[in-house]
T-cell receptor, first 111, second 114 residues
Framework: DAKTTQPPSMDCAEGRAANLPCNHSTISGNEYVYWYRQIHSQGPQYIIHGLKNNETNEMASLIITEDRKSSTLILPHATLRDTAVYYCIVRTSGGSYIPTFGRGTSLIVHP | DGGITQSPKYLFRKEGQNVTLSCEQNLNHDAMYWYRQDPGQGLRLIYYSQIVNDFQKGDIAEGYSVSREKKESFPLTVTSAQKNPTAFYLC?????????????FGAGTRLSVL
């Protein structure tokens, strides 16, 4: 699976959009982009995933560049409860799925 | 409720003692995983199982053992050979196939050495 690069930390004001970038320049054509988040002392939680089209669900939006070498997770109206570590993962479709969680981006939402 | 349950939430181990962490899921998932997380670090894979009665070592399997006798259960034993067991342990499960192979995590077990 392709390696990802994320900034170690970011901060955002409550009520504003939080835009978390992820670089995956070696991504292959059949690899999906997944995002999870981990609130302190809890297990990670799935947020969203996509292949090449932009995706949106009740939690967030995922914007994948046309060349698929990078993506951005958008939390449209961040709240204090969105303070967490956010992990970007890429993986192939089908077959074995052994995801690797790096250090992610620590997002702090402040009042 | 459907989900994945880890117990206990906190566990203390004495020197030379083996301890077992429980992980149960009622999601009918084929695949289950154990991860270890140290403070400020990402998750490191200990063991995983794609199907009942089969499991494979992850990146840091030394000092740990697992079993997968039932689809819904994947207990992890931290043996006395694991010299630095203090960490946050996370169990996860996933359908084990298809593109939407989303992992679901338990709440974790925090293990400390007395």
């Amino acid at each position: 699976d392709a390696k990802t690069t994320q900034p170690p930390s970011m901060d955002c004001a409550e009520g504003r959009a939080a835009n978390l970038p992820c670089n995956h320049s070696t991504i292959s054509g059949n690899e999906y982009v997944y995002w999870y988040r981990q609130i302190h002392s809890q297990g990670p939680q799935y947020i969203i995933h996509g292949l090449k089209n932009n995706e949106t669900n009740e939690m967030a939006s995922l914007i994948i560049t046309e060349d698929r070498k990078s993506s951005t997770l958008i939390l449209p109206h961040a709240t204090l409860r969105d303070t967490a570590v956010y992990y970007c993962i890429v993986r192939t479709s089908g077959g074995s799925y052994i995801p690797t969680f790096g250090r992610g981006t620590s997002l702090i939402v402040h009042p | 409720d459907g989900g994945i349950t880890q117990s206990p939430k906190y566990l203390f181990r004495k020197e030379g003692q083996n301890v077992t962490l429980s992980c149960e899921q009622n999601l009918n998932h084929d695949a289950m995983y154990w991860y270890r997380q140290d403070p400020g670090q990402g998750l490191r894979l200990i063991y995983y199982s794609q199907i009942v009665n089969d499991f494979q070592k992850g990146d840091i399997a030394e000092g740990y053992s697992v079993s997968r006798e039932k689809k819904e259960s994947f207990p992890l034993t931290v043996t006395s050979a694991q010299k630095n067991p203090t960490a946050f342990y996370l169990c996860a499960s996933s359908p084990g196939h298809l593109a939407k192979n989303i992992q679901y995590f338990g709440a974790g077990t925090r293990l400390s050495v007395l």
